[in-house]
């Protein structure tokens, strides 16, 4: 019995160091440096808009509604983006949700009054093309439309990311 529990309290040390100092894992099939194709996204409102169209640096963030890390994360962006919008700098932020109705969208943004862009992919091409894992998915390009950052959470540094 006492050498199930030393190895137990060993192993719960070794996940807790390697998951401290270990590199992000991949959330999606895409590798750093890469760049993604041009999308067809929609808004909860219906306007369409491409993804090739937007400003980059890009930060895109891959939510669902009912995800508790998801509404903290959408909004420490909403007031970041307000902030670096502020200070007029050039870079876009979008949110996409994973697979649900515009109209449950459009209340979930009403309710929290998000001003940043959302966009919905009800048929989940982007998450199923882009292999996304789960949410928060995020994902950060740089100016050359290359991939610098792809995770589970924010990185500590994000907007830093975007302005630099």
Not at 98 to 127: C, H, M, W
Request: proline content about 4%; overall charge positive; charged content about 25%.
């Amino acid at each position: 019995m006492k050498q199930l529990v030393a190895v137990t309290v060993v192993t719960l040390i070794i996940v807790f160091i390697g998951s401290t100092y270990a590199k992000p894992i991949a959330v999606t099939n895409l590798s750093a440096g890469d760049s993604i194709k041009n999308y067809r996204l929609i808004s909860p409102t219906g306007n369409v808009m491409e993804s090739d169209s937007l400003t980059y640096p890009l930060l895109i963030s891959v939510f669902t509604t009912w995800c508790k890390v998801c509404k903290t994360e959408l909004k420490h962006l909403d007031e970041g983006y307000h902030q670096l919008k502020k200070d007029k700098k050039s870079f876009s932020i979008i949110a996409v949700d994973a697979g649900e109705s515009q109209k449950s969208i459009r209340r979930y943004i009403r309710r929290r009054n998000l001003q940043l862009p959302v966009y919905v992919d009800t048929k989940l091409t982007f998450i199923k093309d882009l292999t996304i894992l789960g949410t928060p998915t995020v994902l950060i390009f740089d100016k050359n439309k290359k991939l610098i950052f792809q995770g589970n959470d924010l990185p500590q540094k994000w907007k830093e990311m975007l302005i630099q």
